[in-house]
Every structure is written in structure tokens, then in C-alpha cells.
């Protein structure tokens, strides 16, 4: 039972570059979500996926875009990645409705020189 | 929007005492909070949770209180011991008009238990 998966783990970067952070679930879960964890600000959340075919923006969007592919898989990319942007991307999902558990993969660890 | 105060950011206790975390919030409309605890380099991982139908809610060791009227709610951990030690996170949910919870963490707390 994989749960929550995400790739790459580590990705090193140069400014303007792009790239896409890939995330699936093999719970059969509705709801996904982006978060990103800074040192000392906890998590903060990106964008998020209520049911397939929707997506909505979280806290800090800018500078990001997200595809919910189908109910597996959602994607999180850096059009023109900035050193601001260096930072752990957590994915994580929920049964929805509200007040269900979320459940996060491992992260992807991201340095943009 | 929401927002979640959690205190302290660091607390160290000697195995055996026990830990109390704080955290405050704003959005009288919060109806869900969940506590995480990460280990370093690891992911968040969900320890309890709570509703706001419920006072207060125990799991062996772990217990978390909720007082909605001065929008608090508390983690406490009793007989602590040395894998208690990591980053401890509480949050509070955002109602959503499409179903997705969102959630507002706090800033962390590092648990250090010492031997």
C-alpha cells in the first residue's frame, strides 16, 4: 500500500527553469493538495484539488500551476522557477468531504541556484 | 483568512514528564483540528484529530482538548519517552463550498525529550 507518491525526491534547479512535480494516491481519495514547508513557517498550502476536474488556489499560488490529471495524479509546476521558490513540496489527499484526514508522500526537495 | 498561532517553538521535557502545546485560531467557522508530528526529513504524519462537536479526545499516551468558545485547542502527552522527540504541527480547517478541507498549520513546535 504505496498511500501517497511523489517524484522526483530531490531536484536541483537554475533560475528560470521549469519543471513539474508529480504526486498519486492509491487510496481512492477525492481531494489532493500542494503544500510547501519553509524553516520555520510550518506548512503552507499551495493549491488544492476538491474532487477531479477542480482545482483552486491556496495561500501562496503565485508562481505556480497545478493539473488534476484524473483521480490518481496531480501535478504542481514551476513555469520559471525562482530562488524563492526553494523549498519541500508536500502532496497530500483526503477522503473529502470536510474533516477527513489528510495523508502526505514523502516530499520533493527543491534548491533553485 | 485563518490564522493559527502555536506556542511554544520549542520545549524540552525529561522522559517520563509530561507536554503541553498550545495553539490558537482565529475563523469561528474552523470545525476540524488535526495534529501532525515530523520527523526530521520525514513527512508529516497524523498522531489525532478533533472535532468541534467534541471536547476532548484520548489515545493512549495523547490526548487533545478543544475549548471553542476562546478558539484554543491543546496536545498533551503524557509519560513521554525519547521517539516523542520531533516537530509537532497543529492545524485548523478552512470550510471549503467545494468540499476540499483546507488547512492552516501553525509554526511547529520541537520536542525534545531528554533521557
Known amino acids: 500500500n504505496a498511500g501517497v507518491t511523489q517524484t522526483p525526491k530531490f531536484q536541483v534547479l537554475k533560475t528560470g527553469q521549469s519543471m513539474t512535480l508529480q504526486c498519486a494516491q492509491d487510496m481512492n481519495h477525492n481531494s489532493m493538495y500542494w503544500y510547501r514547508q519553509d524553516p520555520g513557517m510550518g506548512l503552507r498550502l499551495i493549491y488544492y484539488?476538491?474532487?477531479?476536474?477542480?482545482?483552486d488556489k491556496g495561500e501562496v499560488p503565485n508562481g505556480y500551476n497545478v493539473s488534476r490529471l484524473n483521480k490518481r495524479e496531480f501535478s504542481l509546476r514551476l513555469e520559471s522557477a525562482a530562488p524563492s521558490q526553494t523549498s519541500v513540496y508536500f502532496c497530500?489527499?483526503?477522503?473529502?468531504?470536510?474533516?477527513?484526514?489528510?495523508?502526505f508522500g514523502d516530499g520533493t526537495r527543491l534548491s533553485i541556484l | 483568512g485563518e490564522n493559527v498561532e502555536q506556542h511554544p517553538s520549542t520545549l524540552s521535557v525529561q522522559e517520563g514528564d509530561s507536554a503541553v502545546i498550545k495553539c490558537t485560531y482565529s475563523?469561528?467557522?474552523?470545525?476540524?483540528f488535526p495534529w501532525y508530528k515530523q520527523e526530521l526529513g520525514k513527512r508529516p504524519q497524523l498522531i489525532i484529530d478533533i472535532r468541534s462537536n467534541v471536547g476532548e479526545k484520548k489515545d493512549q499516551r495523547i490526548a487533545v482538548t478543544l475549548n471553542k468558545t476562546a478558539k484554543h485547542f491543546s496536545l498533551h502527552i503524557t509519560e513521554t519517552q525519547p521517539e516523542d522527540s520531533a516537530v509537532y504541527f497543529c492545524a485548523a480547517s478552512i470550510p471549503s463550498i467545494q468540499g476540499a478541507q483546507k488547512l492552516v498549520f501553525g509554526q511547529g513546535t520541537r520536542l525534545t525529550i531528554n533521557p
Open positions: 497530500a489527499s483526503s477522503e473529502g468531504p470536510e474533516n477527513q484526514p489528510q495523508h
Open positions: 484539488s476538491a474532487s477531479e476536474g477542480t482545482t
Open positions: 475563523d469561528s467557522a474552523s470545525n476540524y
